[in-house]
T-cell receptor, first 114, second 111 residues
């Protein structure tokens, strides 16, 4: 079975540009998570959805970040405008049943903002 | 207190030794616990999950949970250089809570 699929794998963009990260969760999973990982802050939960509905976005750093899940098989995380401090690895993950169950990570999107 | 805290590390052990990784958690994180392994440049992958007090063994890995003391540990027996990675402890909150991850412990197994 296919795992969580993310795109792009790597992106280098200039400060001020819009960045859109994409995710396809594991089929049948009803929870989707967006994480950000940096050396300084570790793995941080940004937002998570249940059945396409945002449940907790308290980890979204500021209004420049937005996330959507228009259907059960697709989600986006958008940064507009991007800043150098947004450089990180962004992981999408999914799980089934409850948000405290095992979550499965995608391979990550490596973002560099210059 | 952070919800999930891991021993600072980094941890270095010789090949064949037992590696012991520890994690403590707050009251808000108490239902389910997980150990993930993350190789450099890769995504976290699940190694073990544990929900009840006591030990759970899977091959060379043993997870231990002590709810009274609020700690969870991972023992890796007969450590191999391929075990060198960052190990992340995660806890699931009460009722409807999401997973919270610790900062991770870097393990190096040297030949």
């Amino acid at each position: 079975d296919a795992g969580v699929i993310q795109s792009p794998r790597h992106e280098v963009t200039e400060m001020g540009q819009e960045v859109t990260l994409r995710c396809k969760p594991i089929s049948g999973h009803d929870y989707l998570f967006w994480y950000r990982q940096t050396m300084m802050r570790g793995l941080e939960l940004l937002i998570y959805f249940n059945n396409n509905v945002p449940i907790d976005d308290s980890g979204m750093p500021e209004d420049r970040f937005s996330a959507k899940m228009p259907n059960a098989s697709f989600s986006t995380l958008k940064i507009q405008p991007s800043e150098p401090r947004d450089s990180a690895v962004y992981f999408c993950a999914s799980s089934f049943g409850t948000p405290g169950n095992t979550i499965y990570f995608g391979e990550g999107s490596w973002l560099t903002v210059v | 207190q952070k919800e999930v805290e891991q021993n600072s590390g980094p941890l270095s052990v010789p090949e064949g030794a037992i590696a012991s990784l520890n994690c403590t958690y707050s009251d808000r994180v108490s239902q389910s616990f997980f150990w993930y392994r993350q190789y450099s440049g890769k995504s976290p992958e699940l190694i073990m999950s544990i929900y009840s007090n006591g030990d759970k063994e899977d091959g060379r890995f043993t997870a231990q949970l002590n709810k009274a003391s609020q700690y969870v540990s991972l023992l890796i027996r007969d450590s191999q250089p391929s075990d060198s990675a960052t190990y992340l402890c995660a806890g699931g909150g009460t009722s409807y809570g999401k997973l919270t991850f610790g900062q991770g412990t870097i393990l190096t197994v040297h030949p």
